[in-house]
């Protein structure tokens, strides 16, 4: 599908001022509050634009399937360095981006916008533009690219994006540990604090996890220190930590996702059961499975010094990122506006009004 | 009128600055007329230096309804002109919000002051095992508030990333003085990615007023090869091969003849004076690590017909290899009275003929060319050297300059890879974005600065000023912005 098919689209909903649902593999229409508007679909818009293993950067048009992506760069023994989750097969690059998702390697090497090169996008007046490029050092302009990343369509529907990629690691080893949670996040902490090659810590309720990147002796060494047992088949857990594939997982009720400060002590609610939490990103993201009320789990996260996301199920009606300062809104809707000033790119799917 | 305003803000300004923090005779103003590159100059109205952020705010507050312009300054060390004053403006210094706030062990990040210095960050957390990693080249001096404003980066970039990658949280304020948190102590906070936003925006979107940057344990270990080519287009191969073969190295540091001439006279590294270009390769990380990937390197460097191949065996020995690149500025500053730091990314495999034009150029121009460079991400700093004193001299340069940049851009590169844009490379501004995306930044700083009163006149030039240069970018075959007469 050629861009400019995209363009007139959003040029007529412009005129029409019809609110526009930017729509990709559908994998994650679960995330954000509730869609509306028509559809407007981008997974034809696909295919590797120019991938160059020695540059470290690959570009693709949005619509391009995630795991297409992960296949040209196994292909040469490189991957995303974020380590983004799918959350499903139909899972495109656009979306991954537009949801700004990284993965178990996050605290380690970067997240999702970190790697965002470049990008080119669709503004809400159907203008197409250019920002950021295909190296890694640009600081030309403001940096559009990486506040696209995370925008979840907001500002723009993206056609291509360019990311930074990183080679394979050649030996890979998971670990694990018994560990009540509370004693996991001061353990995953002083292990964070040294120079092993860790590239992913988890703890559930029993256990922490460490994975272990590197060549065979520096994994051997470091292994050697945390004197855990080897788990057997790392590559699934870790896949199904990202995937949420985990018993952990399978669950009616809401998910919240709360980002905090490493270092938060757990259990952060009182009262609340150890099988309830997930421990992620070393402590620093914690998945946590409640039907407490919203505003209670947004405080609760915010008095630990972060923030908290309702990232599956819930009340998709009402807010479910946590609440912005009363200045930081006024400039996000001042931002919408100057990307989109009719309002019609995935309105309402971040927060009321915007 | 220009008196009678600066008498009333200066009466204005005493209700919120004591006496000493507010300069406004000449000789006091002077020092405040460029930053780091001193052939742009411009006195500012008045140079103010609060210490506390409501100060701060207050300024700006006062600077909003007097409709006067605020340009932001750390430790001036910048290299395109963000922090030069502009006409009628106050400089709002932040050299005196130079404390360490906290330093939180158990979560690897620190709080800091804008007004701190790079390095100060890394010494604080020395004892801890702990280092910020970027290391711009005047880290010594630069203040982390300048170097979130630019984007800094460093000779580590390519492993560790540039400061928008090691910053989790900024405070600022806008304009109108309000107070902003962006991030913090947690990863990826909700809403839109501004704090990315704010790293590079040249003091163009808010004031800095509190940075959380994030510490890095130190390595174990780290390792330097020094690898000796004898034509440049080997050594731009060899950088390519490193990376093809899965190696991420710390620093991949590439210096042609002359500025490796120039290093070894100035820094004694022991660079052989013959070679026409020498690649260096840093590896970090466990003891066990680094060896594996140091015979890796070495091997790399071997089949891509390196003549010598050196791996320091000490910490002393990677230091003095390291002391040449560290020195080239410096060293190259030796063979003529001035130099124009270039600072131009490319693809990798743009590096040969690049590097071919600008020696073509350099002929042309008669202007010598030392080019040191960043191969790992793209980064080239051609110095192009020249005496300011002989006339037509520097606008030669000036030229031969942009031409640089142009070539950059034509070979899918970038005018700016770390110095950023200021009131330097307006004019090439021109030639990598369009209309419709010079207007979108427009669009940008307007929803954080409506009047335009923070640093205004940088970063982004206007379209009036690219249609007048008649150096445009053509996008999608359509010329940009036709509704502006040309001449």
Aim: glycine share 10%; net charge negative.
């Amino acid at each position: 599908m050629r861009s400019s098919k995209l363009q007139n689209q959003i040029e007529t909903a412009y005129r029409s001022g019809t609110a526009l649902n930017i729509t990709g593999g559908g994998s994650k229409s679960w995330y954000g509050r509730e869609p509306t508007g028509e559809p407007l679909l981008t997974t034809g818009h696909a295919g590797i634009l120019s991938y160059q293993p020695t540059e470290l950067v690959i570009t693709a048009r949005a619509g391009t399937r995630l795991s297409a992506i992960s296949e040209a760069l196994d292909e040469s023994k490189q991957r995303l360095p974020f380590d983004p989750p799918s959350f499903g097969e139909t899972a495109t690059l656009g979306g991954t981006v537009a949801c700004g998702f990284s993965g178990p390697r996050r605290p380690y090497a970067g997240s999702c916008r970190d790697f965002v090169l470049g990008c080119r996008v669709i503004n809400g007046k159907g203008e197409v533009m250019h920002f950021g490029g295909e190296v890694m050092k640009n600081v030309a302009g403001f940096d559009v690219s990486r506040l696209m990343t995370g925008s979840l369509g907001t500002l723009g529907l993206l056609l291509d994006v360019s990311l930074k990629v990183l080679p394979h690691r050649q030996v890979e080893q998971t670990l694990v540990v018994k560990a009540e949670p509370s004693d996991a996040i001061g353990m995953m902490n002083r292990w964070a604090g040294t120079a092993l090659p860790i590239t992913a810590m988890a703890a559930d309720n029993e256990n922490i996890y460490f994975r272990l990147c590197g060549t065979q002796a520096s994994v051997q060494k470091s292994a050697a220190l945390i004197t855990g047992t080897v788990y057997a088949d790392g590559l699934q857990l870790w896949k199904h930590i990202r995937e949420h594939k985990l018993p952990f997982f399978m669950d009616e009720r809401p998910l919240w996702r709360i980002s905090v400060p490493s270092d938060a002590p757990h259990p952060m609610m009182a009262n609340s059961n150890d099988a309830d939490w997930f421990l992620g990103w070393g402590g620093a993201q914690r998945w946590f499975k409640s039907e407490l009320p919203a505003e209670q789990v947004f405080a609760m996260a915010k008095r630990a010094g972060g923030h908290a996301t309702l990232f599956r199920g819930g009340d998709r009606s009402a807010e479910v990122f946590a609440p912005l300062s009363d200045a930081e809104m006024l400039l996000h809707k001042r931002l919408k506006t100057a990307f989109d000033p009719k309002s019609i790119l995935n309105p309402g799917r971040m927060y009321r009004g915007l | 009128m220009l008196r009678d305003k600066k008498e009333r803000l200066i009466s204005r300004l005493g209700a919120i600055l004591s006496p000493e923090a507010l300069l406004s005779r000449e000789e006091e103003l002077k020092p405040y007329e460029c930053d780091g590159i001193s052939v742009y100059r411009q006195l500012p109205l008045l140079v103010l230096l609060p210490e506390r952020v409501e100060q701060v705010q207050a300024i700006l507050r006062l600077c909003q309804q007097e409709q006067v312009a605020v340009v932001a300054r750390g430790a001036g060390t910048g290299l395109s002109g963000g922090a030069m004053p502009v006409e009628g403006a106050v400089v709002l210094s932040l050299a005196k919000f130079n404390r360490i706030i906290s330093v939180n062990q158990a979560n690897r990040t620190a709080v800091v002051e804008p007004g701190v210095r790079n390095l100060a960050i890394s010494e604080a957390v020395d004892h801890l095992g702990f280092y910020y990693a970027p290391d711009p080249s005047s880290q010594i001096a630069c203040s982390i508030g300048g170097n979130v404003a630019e984007n800094s980066g460093g000779v580590h970039c390519l492993k560790y990333g540039l400061t928008v990658h090691n910053v989790q949280g900024l405070k600022i304020l806008t304009m109108d003085g309000e107070l902003i948190e962006l991030g913090g102590a947690a990863l990826d906070g909700p809403g839109y990615d501004l704090l990315a936003l704010m790293h590079g925006s040249e003091g163009l979107l808010g004031v800095i007023v509190e940075i959380t940057v994030k510490l890095l344990p130190k390595p174990e270990m780290a390792r330097v090869v020094l690898a000796v080519f004898d034509d440049v287009e080997r050594a731009g191969q060899a950088v390519a091969d490193i990376i093809a073969a899965g190696i991420v190295p710390a620093g991949l540091e590439m210096m042609d003849h002359l500025a490796i001439k120039a290093a070894e006279a100035f820094a004694h590294a022991g660079y052989p004076c013959d070679a026409q270009a020498i690649v260096l390769c840093e590896i970090d990380g466990t003891e066990e690590g680094v060896q594996d990937f140091i015979v890796s390197v070495e091997q790399v460097f071997e089949a891509a017909g390196a003549v010598q191949i050196r791996a320091s065996a000490n910490e002393a020995e990677r230091l003095q290899l390291w002391a040449g690149r560290k020195a080239a500025f410096p060293a190259v500053g030796r063979l003529a009275p001035d130099y124009y730091c270039m600072d131009g990314t490319i693809p990798k495999r743009a590096l040969a003929g690049v590097l071919r034009q600008i020696g073509k150029w350099s002929e042309e121009f008669s202007l010598p060319v030392a080019n040191v460079f960043h191969a790992g991400d793209g980064n080239m700093h051609p110095l192009i050297l020249y005496d300011a004193n002989k006339p037509g001299e520097l606008e030669r340069t000036e030229a031969f300059g942009a031409k640089i940049l142009e070539l950059c851009v034509q070979s899918g590169g970038s005018i700016t890879g770390e110095h950023g844009v200021g009131i330097e490379k307006l004019d090439s501004m021109c030639l990598q974005f369009g209309a419709l995306e010079l207007t979108q930044f427009f669009a940008v700083k307007d929803a954080f600065d409506p009047d335009c009163l923070l640093n205004p006149g940088k970063a982004v030039p206007t379209l009036h000023r690219c249609a007048e240069l008649g150096r445009m970018h053509v996008h999608d075959g359509q010329l940009p912005h036709p509704e502006l007469e040309r001449f």
